[in-house]
């Protein structure tokens, strides 16, 4: 098992920035790829970043990428992702996951948090 906490959500303004940190509890965090998903009211949860369990691999959904990076700190169970040029459309509950390998499916990922809020206002 492995417990998730999120935190660093808030409100911002275009253009600005925000670190997410995902901090987890349980064995082995380094055997996990962590994933960040988002979800919008009305949309589906989608992906936007993962890492592989070393740290090596990283993959994001195009909207994101050269704006945002993903990072992990096995010494500190901790994964975070740093969010730059914030857009409007970025608003949206962000979770971070466990799995036992990278994915982009929502679906594939075995432990969520429980979400933290990011509003970009315009």
């Known amino acids: 098992q492995v417990q998730l906490v999120e935190s660093g959500g808030g409100l911002v303004q275009a253009g600005g920035s925000l670190r997410l940190s995902c901090a987890a509890s349980?064995?082995?965090?380094?055997?996990?790829?962590m994933g960040w998903l988002r979800q919008a009211p009305g949309k589906e949860r989608e992906f936007v970043a993962t890492?592989?369990?070393?740290?090596?691999?990283?993959d994001y959904t195009d909207s994101v990428k050269g704006r945002f990076t993903i990072s992990r700190d096995n010494t500190k169970n901790t994964v975070y992702l740093q969010m730059n040029s914030l857009k409007p459309e970025d608003t949206a509950v962000y979770y971070c996951a466990a799995g036992p390998r990278v994915y982009r499916s929502a679906n594939e990922y075995l432990y969520w948090g429980q979400g933290t809020q990011v509003t970009v206002s315009s």
């Open positions: 890492i592989s369990g070393s740290g090596l691999y990283s």
């Open positions: 349980g064995r082995s965090f380094s055997s996990y790829a």
